[in-house]
């Protein structure tokens, strides 16, 4: 059975500063993973896919990685700021019908 | 975003009753998934469906039902919803394995 882990569960940032998101799966047989956004009360809006033969993924000042050998993948946003508060999630789609498993989610909080 | 629209947003009914779910989508994609989002437990997969007339559980299926007869719905049934089914439900769209998944706004149940 996939486990989806995220580390660390909340961050709290200075504006303006780099941060990282980890995420990282037990069984590497993926066809994809893709990030998520959630703001409160609110559905969730995809950031980024990264397909299972790709290694890194752009979009903005968001910068996705994977390695799917050791079953991470981590999260970068460049300048955070306050705007970019949320919880951030992480999704893994595999099995015979695709279907996607979640980590918990990092709560992010980026202060003015 | 894909054109997804879940109904009602909001719902506040009995234990004991029947309640169904629906989500609406415009894109014609032919994966769509139920998803429950709860604190301390992330999102957890109901059903979900690969095309008209074909579905299957997820991991938390006790007490839910699914039915898609068209393209664009996927209709989900709580038999008899007890208090352990409130919850915010998502819907999820996909076309296919390698593309994005797409998620509704959510529905807020409460069983009183």
């Known amino acids: 059975k996939q486990e989806v882990t995220q580390i660390p569960a909340a961050l709290s940032v200075p504006e303006g500063e780099n941060l990282v998101l980890n995420c990282s799966f037990t069984d590497s047989a993926i066809y994809n993973l893709q990030w998520f956004r959630q703001d409160p009360g609110k559905g969730l809006t995809s950031l980024l896919l990264?397909?299972?033969?790709?290694r890194e993924q752009t979009s903005g000042r968001l910068n996705a990685s994977l390695d799917k050998s050791s079953g991470r993948s981590t999260l970068y946003i460049a300048a955070s700021q306050p705007g970019d508060s949320a919880t951030y999630l992480c999704a893994v789609r595999g099995g015979s019908n695709y279907k996607l498993t979640f980590g918990k989610g990092t709560l992010l909080t980026v202060n003015p | 975003d894909a054109g997804i629209t879940q109904s009602p947003r909001h719902k506040v009914t009995e234990t004991g009753t029947p309640v169904t779910l629906r989500c609406h989508q415009t894109e014609n994609h032919r994966y769509m998934y139920w998803y429950r989002q709860d604190p301390g437990h992330g999102l957890r997969l109901i059903h979900y469906s690969y095309g008209v007339k074909d579905t299957d559980k997820g991991e938390v299926s006790d007490g839910y039902s699914v039915s898609r007869s068209k393209t664009e719905d996927f209709l989900l049934t709580l038999e008899s919803a007890t208090s352990s089914q409130t919850s915010v439900y998502f819907c999820a769209t996909g076309q296919t394995k390698d593309t994005e998944a797409f998620f509704g706004q959510g529905t807020r149940l409460t069983v009183v």
């Open positions: 990264i397909q299972s033969s790709q």
